[in-house]
Nanobody, 120 residues
Framework: QVQLVESGGGLVQPGGSLRLSCTAS????????IGWFRQAPGKEREGVSC????????YYADSVKGRFTISRDNAKNTVYLQMNSLKHEETVVYYC?????????????WGQGTQVTVSS
């Protein structure tokens, strides 16, 4: 079964850091663009960061620029989101998404999410 699995969430103090991982099983992330999203209860899911497949270009939401870093390790079939200087309001569930578009088929996978809690 094709799966994306997020890990690395947990409890951290304001100003602290966490590194989230997004690992694929039964498919290879090399050809996929990967995005990290987050969603608070009752709110829309918002894009946080993404990384391209071919040239690994990156994008960050304004709210996380300079604090978050996305990277990929194709050998480990994993994409990471390093989150520094975390804020209380970033206590939400983080999701990763893998997308690939070929001439004939679209692929779109989501993980189950990992909870990040920023609290003292």
């Amino acid at each position: 079964q094709v799966q994306l699995v997020e890990s690395g969430g947990g409890l951290v103090q304001p100003g602290g850091s966490l590194r989230l991982s997004c690992t694929a099983s039964r498919f290879t992330l090399d050809y996929y663009a990967i995005g990290w999203f987050r969603q608070a209860p009752g709110k829309e899911r918002e894009g946080v960061s993404c990384i391209g497949s071919s040239n690994s270009s990156t994008y960050y939401a304004d709210s996380v620029k300079g604090r978050f870093t996305i990277s990929r390790d194709n050998a480990k079939n994993t994409v990471y989101l390093q989150m520094n200087s975390l804020k209380h309001e970033e206590t939400v569930v983080y999701y990763c998404n893998a997308k690939r578009q070929t001439l004939s088929t679209s692929y779109d996978y989501w993980g189950q999410g990992t909870q990040v809690t920023v609290s003292s």
